[in-house]
């Protein structure tokens, strides 16, 4: 028998619980042994729930009782989280987390810990919730060279422009539906400002070249400019709009972005629609291997942290984590990244702005969803970030442009 902790009983805590309970014995079967709870630390009491009899409000409880061997962290945050993640590695007990901003900044460094006490830091559920995409990359993926990693990797997000495209709402009518389905937060700003995505495709970076590479190098912009008008032009092209998270290693070096991009039906990510995330990966030997289901939730989530509870309990007093470097990798500037754009322009004199935007962009197709506006759209040329934003610049210049009310990244 294996006794465990886990820490917080909020959404995936519970949900850990549950799934610990309902599938008890397959999941004994899987370890090969006996998992038993022996203390849930939480803050509160729940004194009319069976979960209360293994409360306890102080870490140190499951610090210091050596018969604890897996902890799992489910409280989120950094603080008091990393504390307490390797203070429990530096006692020897295996640990496994669903916590995407404690495996991004800290990752690396845990890892280390874990390895040199031969014991494991599991991370399964930070990135894909229920979607397994970490252990294929530890376990099955090793003999690829793993040259890009791209994904829809927040459900919220994926859902809101799901809505947008299909019911032809605005974003915060969207947004108030997601808020109140339980999809978005009261605040949603890790959501749509692409905080959250952000930091799950800097934990697969890492992995997939490993060093560690740092969520706040990552360029991040979310879906909060994304209108009406957008998402007609989109759909008038025969387009989607996804935001996704990309990391690619070049001849030049490594880049990461976080943006949302207009993709074609060809693009498998086109078809990932509502709450559902998916993760593209990209090998030299192996070609394209998708990854695809719930990306959040609380049983798909607590599923990912019991599957780790199961391999932590295997493999205890042996290390099987393939660590990532401490050392930092400085990945390449945005500005010197190659784009597309899709670009729309607000004008006073329709002949005019075509001519302009012919001058400076060189020849291009007018899309236009209402000729009884004074706007239409076009799609650039392949260019670097810097050079496409120059360009803009001198177009917002000539005085028959009024505006470029908005600008997305192209996939070609």
């Given amino acids: 028998m294996t006794e465990i902790a886990v820490l917080g009983y909020g959404t995936v805590g519970s949900g850990v619980y549950e799934v610990l309970n309902t ?20 803050l509160r009491d729940f004194p009319n729930e069976p979960v209360q009899k293994y409360i306890v409000h102080d870490f140190n409880i499951i ?45 690396a460094e845990l890892l280390k810990v874990a390895k040199e006490n031969n014991i494991n830091f599991l991370f399964e559920a930070s990135v894909g919730g229920g979607i397994p995409i970490i252990r294929p990359l530890n376990q099955s993926l090793t003999a690829d060279e793993i040259y890009e990693i791209t994904g829809i990797l927040n459900g919220t997000t994926n859902y809101m422009l799901t809505k947008m495209t299909k019911e032809g709402l605005d974003y915060d009518e969207i947004l108030k539906d997601a808020q109140n389905k339980g999809y978005a937060e009261r605040n949603p700003a890790a959501d749509v400002e692409g905080f ?42 025969g387009k989607s709009v996804k935001l996704l998270a990309t990391s690619k290693v070049t001849d030049n070096g490594v880049w990461a972005r976080v943006s949302p991009v207009i993709i074609g039906d060809e693009n ?26 719930k ?35 400085d990945i390449l500037d945005i500005d010197n990244i190659d ?74």
């Fill in 23 to 42: 599938n008890r014995e397959s999941i004994n079967k899987n370890a090969d042994e006996e998992i038993r709870i022996k203390y849930v630390l939480d």
């Fill in 63 to 107: 610090l210091n009782d050596d018969d604890v061997k897996v902890i799992a962290e489910v409280m989120g945050g950094v603080e008091p989280a990393y504390t307490f993640v390797k203070s429990a590695l530096l006692k020897g007990k295996s640990v496994v987390t669903s916590n995407k901003e404690l495996v991004a900044k800290h990752g």
């Fill in 196 to 237: 959250d995505t952000c930091r799950k495709i800097a934990i697969l970076a890492s992995l997939a070249v490993g060093k560690q590479v740092d969520f706040e190098d990552i360029y991040t912009e979310g879906i909060t400019n994304i209108n009406k008008i957008d998402i007609d032009y989109i759909k008038k092209m």
């Fill in 268 to 293: 498998p990510l086109s078809m990932v629609n509502d709450v559902f995330n998916a993760i593209l990966i990209k090998g030299n030997v192996i070609g394209d291997v998708m990854f695809y289901g």
């Fill in 295 to 329: 990306g959040a939730g609380k049983l798909p989530t607590a599923s990912a942290v019991v599957a780790d509870i199961v391999d932590a309990v295997k493999h205890l007093g042996r290390n099987i984590m393939t660590s990532w470097s401490t050392e930092k990798l």
């Fill in 339 to 412: 784009v597309s754009k899709f670009i729309r322009v607000e004008y006073n004199d329709k002949e005019q702005a075509v001519s302009a935007v012919k001058e400076i962009f060189g020849d291009f197709n007018i899309i236009e969803i209402n000729t009884a506006c004074s706007e239409f759209a076009f799609i650039s040329e392949t260019e670097t970030e810097k050079m496409i934003n120059e360009k803009i610049d001198k177009l917002l210049n000539k005085e028959c442009i009024v505006n470029i009310p908005n600008t997305i990244r192209v996939e070609k």
